[in-house]
T-cell receptor, first 113, second 114 residues
Framework: DSGVTQTPKHLITATGQRVTLRCSPRSGDLSVYWYQQSLDQGLQFLIQYYNGEERAKGNILERFSAQQFPDLHSELNLSSLELGDSALYFC????????????FGQGTRLTVV | GDSVTQMEGPVTLSEEAFLTINCTYTATGYPSLFWYVQYPGEGLQLLLKATKADDKGSNKGFEATYRKETTSFHLEKGSVQVSDSAVYFCALSIRSGGSYIPTFGRGTSLIVHP
């Protein structure tokens, strides 16, 4: 158990809909990362927050947004969903933003039908 | 830009065989290097790491040495078990502004047969 909790584990929704994925980082970790894992693209970095502030952005679509709350949990919002958004979405956390390892949750499997 | 490249899989071995999964990196600085493992239905978990040149990371019989001269961080294990079947990811932290982002290779699937 990494200490990172993601909910829900599975999500099935229709095209055009909006969903929210939730992540609770390890106790004491201030940095949260979101990744998308698909068979053809591998593990793609989406966005990072540190202590409530956005710190880095990767290949995140404009239809996607995220935030980190004062209690350090984070949410990833995906809107106007398309079939191609079906993937595993992982949250990871680390103590700081420096050159260190990240601890991953078990992921949310999103299926868009 | 900074990146990692790892060998494509799947790698299929018999139990007790020797394992090597190749990983090379491109980096402007001296990043820490990592191997993560993903078991079916689970998230990634750190297997080992090395923070500077010539460091050897090791864990659960797996080893990797940070080779600056060949920009490599190959994963090895002397005798694999069926329970080692998983996907292995090489990674480094890439600097992005004032932050470091763990960045992963495409992953190498390992299948170990009894």
């Amino acid at each position: 158990d990494s200490g990172v909790t993601q909910t829900p584990k599975h999500l099935i929704t229709a095209t055009g809909q909006r969903v929210t994925l939730r992540c609770s980082p390890r106790s004491g970790d201030l940095s949260v990362y979101w990744y998308q894992q698909s068979l053809d693209q591998g593990l793609q970095f989406l966005i990072q927050y540190y202590n409530g502030e956005e710190r880095a952005k990767g290949n995140i679509l404009e239809r996607f947004s995220a935030q980190q709350f004062p209690d350090l949990h984070s949410e990833l919002n995906l809107s106007s969903l398309e079939l191609g958004d079906s993937a595993l979405y992982f949250c990871a956390s680390s103590v700081k933003v420096m050159n260190t390892e990240a601890f991953f949750g078990q992921g949310t499997r999103l299926t868009v039908v | 830009g900074d990146s990692v490249t790892q060998m494509e899989g799947p790698v299929t071995l018999s139990e007790e065989a020797f394992l090597t999964i190749n990983c090379t990196y491109t980096a402007t600085g001296y990043p820490s290097l990592f191997w993560y493992v993903q078991y079916p239905g689970e998230g990634l978990q750190l297997l080992l790491k090395a923070t500077k040149a010539d460091d050897k990371g090791s864990n659960k019989g797996f080893e990797a040495t940070y080779r600056k001269e060949t920009t490599s961080f190959h994963l090895e294990k002397g005798s694999v078990q069926v329970s080692d079947s998983a996907v292995y990811f090489c990674a480094l932290s890439i600097r992005s502004g004032g932050s470091y982002i763990p960045t992963f290779g495409r992953g190498t699937s390992l299948i170990v047969h009894p």
